[in-house]
């Protein structure tokens, strides 16, 4: 594994994109504490453009709507997963409808959040761009106002075991991290 360069919270180094997942279901009050976290995320003029759609395995047709939008590469892990997210934000903003440049880094900011918070219930949370949007958009019937952002699958890890293969021993190999020398700079790009 790859080792901290610096100290960060705990709940930071526990966090992973796990693919295994149990079949025990995501209590209700674990998902709202997870929108709870989105709710507080930063966003540009407090505009908090996200939305989510959801649905648990109990919610089958729903949950069948997402799931079939995904890349074949996903379902493969992601059929054991008991909840699915899709993530979504405005374009424009509400007070004057220009468009709002940063809607797709407040969508980041708030899945972050999700992602911190889910670890810190001991969930896992996978986040997804291998899916079709134009099937997404349809089977949720999502208004062109609304740019996508990931799909997330959220649920307890699992073990490995039940995984094909190849994704098997992605799930086990030492996590790995850039250093920050490779992504942070205290000056100008280089001539």
């Known amino acids: ?11 930071i180094s526990r966090r992973r994109s796990r693919r295994a997942y149990t079949d025990q279901p995501v209590e ?20 908090q453009p996200w939305k989510y759609i959801y649905a648990t395995k109990e919610q089958m047709s729903l949950w069948e709507k997402i799931f079939e939008s995904l890349n ?15 993530s979504i934000t405005r ?3 509400t007070r004057n409808d220009q468009p709002n440049h940063t809607a797709k880094y407040d969508l980041g900011a708030a899945n972050a959040l999700l992602s911190i918070q ?9 986040q997804m761009g291998g899916y079709n949007q134009s099937t997404l958009r349809k089977n949720l019937n999502i208004p ?5 952002g990931v799909v ?9 075991e039940i995984l094909p293969d190849a994704l098997r021993q992605r799930e086990l190999a030492p996590r790995q991290r850039l250093s920050q020398s490779n992504f942070v700079l205290n000056s100008a790009f280089p001539v």
């Not at 594994?1 to 709940?11: C, G, I, K």
């Not at 209700?28 to 505009?47: C, G, Q, T, V, Y």
């Not at 590469?73 to 054991?80: A, F, I």
């Open 152 to 160: 997330m699958a959220i649920g307890y890890p699992g073990d490995p």
């Open 1 to 11: 594994m790859t080792e901290l360069e610096y100290p960060v919270a705990d709940v």
């Open 118 to 126: 889910a670890t810190e219930l001991g969930l896992n949370v996978h």
């Open 144 to 148: 062109e106002e609304y740019e996508l």
């Open 72 to 86: 074949a590469s996903n379902q493969l892990w992601v059929k054991h997963a008991p909840l699915l997210v899709a």
């Open 28 to 47: 209700e009050d674990k998902i709202r504490s997870l929108f709870e976290a989105a709710r507080w995320a930063p966003s540009s003029m407090n505009e």
């Open 91 to 93: 374009k424009n903003f």
